[in-house]
């Protein structure tokens, strides 16, 4: 099975996916888009810059969702069950997914985080300020991405992140529930 948690920056994707990783999900591996980047381009440090510049370009970006989709084949196909989370903010990029899990036979699940806007800049901000992210998105970057964030087609829940973790994962848990019957 693929969960796939997608979203904007700064909307709980990551917190989001690492307590349903220890929690409901807790055999499930998990693949962080950030996470990847990190280590595919060697960074140790954050990289604030701006959409589209050097490791966010378009070509880079695509080297990063290349490499998980190869990941994400291996590991179904092994018979693993992963936790996929990053922006997706492309149908194109997230149908690659889901077609592995189709050309593959597993179950996908999406969930889309969000957060109530007129709270994002000062918790992005404030992010940066804490410096324990691994993500690199500020305000200007989230604005960008909202902008271009492509529905979601296909049968997904919403968790709206503002609520506490529990509340989250509960309503994970009963759409997954309710999806495997």
């Given at each position: 099975m693929l969960i796939l948690v997608v979203g904007l920056p700064g909307t709980g994707k990551t917190f989001l996916a690492e307590n349903l990783l220890s929690s409901h999900f807790s055999g499930f591996i998990s693949i962080s888009t950030d996470e990847i980047r990190r280590r595919y381009f060697g960074l140790s440090e954050h990289h604030y810059l701006d959409f589209n510049q050097e490791i966010y370009s378009q070509e880079k970006r695509n080297e990063i969702y290349n490499v998980i989709n190869l990941m994400v084949d291996i590991l179904l196909t092994q018979g693993f069950s992963i936790v996929v989370e990053g922006t997706y903010y492309t149908r194109e990029k997230r149908d690659i997914l889901l077609q592995t899990c189709h050309r593959l036979k597993h179950q996908y699940l999406?969930?889309?985080?969000?957060?109530?806007?007129?709270?994002?800049?000062?918790?992005?901000?404030?992010?940066?300020?804490?410096?324990?992210?691994?993500?690199?998105?500020r305000y200007h970057i989230y604005l960008a991405l909202k902008e271009r964030f492509e529905s979601i087609e296909q049968p997904h829940i919403t968790i709206n992140t503002q609520q506490s973790i529990t509340s989250c994962i509960e309503e994970v848990k009963n759409y997954y529930d309710k999806i495997q019957t």
């Amino acid at each position: 099975m693929l969960i796939l948690v997608v979203g904007l920056p700064g909307t709980g994707k990551t917190f989001l996916a690492e307590n349903l990783l220890s929690s409901h999900f807790s055999g499930f591996i998990s693949i962080s888009t950030d996470e990847i980047r990190r280590r595919y381009f060697g960074l140790s440090e954050h990289h604030y810059l701006d959409f589209n510049q050097e490791i966010y370009s378009q070509e880079k970006r695509n080297e990063i969702y290349n490499v998980i989709n190869l990941m994400v084949d291996i590991l179904l196909t092994q018979g693993f069950s992963i936790v996929v989370e990053g922006t997706y903010y492309t149908r194109e990029k997230r149908d690659i997914l889901l077609q592995t899990c189709h050309r593959l036979k597993h179950q996908y699940l999406i969930i889309k985080t969000s957060y109530p806007d007129e709270l994002m800049e000062f918790r992005l901000k404030n992010r940066e300020i804490s410096d324990n992210d691994t993500s690199d998105a500020r305000y200007h970057i989230y604005l960008a991405l909202k902008e271009r964030f492509e529905s979601i087609e296909q049968p997904h829940i919403t968790i709206n992140t503002q609520q506490s973790i529990t509340s989250c994962i509960e309503e994970v848990k009963n759409y997954y529930d309710k999806i495997q019957t």
